[in-house]
């Protein structure tokens, strides 16, 4: 069974700090995926990391996928109370194709 | 912006009910899926639906679970005779390739309530 383990499961910071997210599996993934879920909405999709080592931004968010394709981060520069909500990687399964596998979430919480 | 729409937003049910859970997808998607998240727990995967039959399913998705897309427009997860851990969140998503190459885009779900 393939898993995705996060981690920190909560986070609660100061308006201004920078953090970090971290996604880690065992297993390779032929690409992963970043989530923001809000409370009674549907995850919505943030960015796809496809290649082994590759970084992609989002303003003061930077995504990174690790050269082995089987873990990956998320950097947060200079959070702000808008950034609160919970996170959530998801991996695409090297050997399918149809199904996301989910980590549980960190919950972030930026406080002004 | 296009939308995953589903309907309706909460249901309660008893036990050993029928429950048929809509969504309407991106009107130009392909791959049509459903997912469930219990209060607390991971977004788990059930079931994918492409080209008018069911392309992988999960343990989860057992014989009391079916899903439909009727009409071309609609698609829907129908619950046979509901237990009470089917209570949870369940969300709809279609994506116009397969997962890994595009964008999954997700419903805001249908909470169900087995009592």
């Known amino acids: 069974t393939q898993l995705l383990e996060q981690s920190p499961q909560f986070l609660s910071i100061q308006e201004g700090e920078n953090l970090t997210v971290y996604c880690n599996s065992s297993s390779v993934f032929s690409s992963l995926q970043w989530y923001r879920q809000e409370p009674g909405e549907g995850p919505v999709l943030l960015v796809t990391v496809v290649t082994g080592g590759e970084v992609k931004k989002l303003k003061r968010l930077t995504f990174q996928f690790g050269d082995a394709r089987k873990d990956s981060s998320l950097h947060i520069t200079a959070a702000q109370p808008g950034d609160t909500g919970l996170y959530l990687c998801?991996?695409?399964?090297?050997?399918?194709?149809?199904?996301?596998?989910f980590g549980a979430g960190t919950r972030l919480a930026v406080h002004p | 912006e296009p939308e995953v729409t589903q309907t309706p937003s909460h249901q309660v049910t008893q036990m050993g009910q029928e429950v048929i859970l809509r969504c309407v997808p991106i009107s130009n998607h392909l791959y049509f899926y459903w997912y469930r998240q219990i209060l607390g727990q991971k977004v788990e995967f059930l079931v994918s639906?492409?080209?008018?039959?069911?392309?992988?399913k999960s343990e989860i998705f057992d014989d009391q679970f079916s899903v439909e897309r009727p009409d071309g427009s609609n698609f829907t997860l129908k619950i046979r005779s509901t237990k009470l851990e089917d209570s949870a969140m369940y969300f709809c998503?279609?994506?116009?390739?397969?997962?890994?190459?595009?964008?999954?885009?997700f419903g805001a779900g249908s909470r169900l309530t087995v009592l």
């Open positions: 998503a279609s994506s116009y390739e397969s997962p890994g190459a595009n964008v999954l885009t």
């Open positions: 639906f492409y080209n008018n039959e069911i392309s992988e």
């Open positions: 998801a991996g695409v399964s090297a050997g399918g194709y149809n199904k996301l596998i």
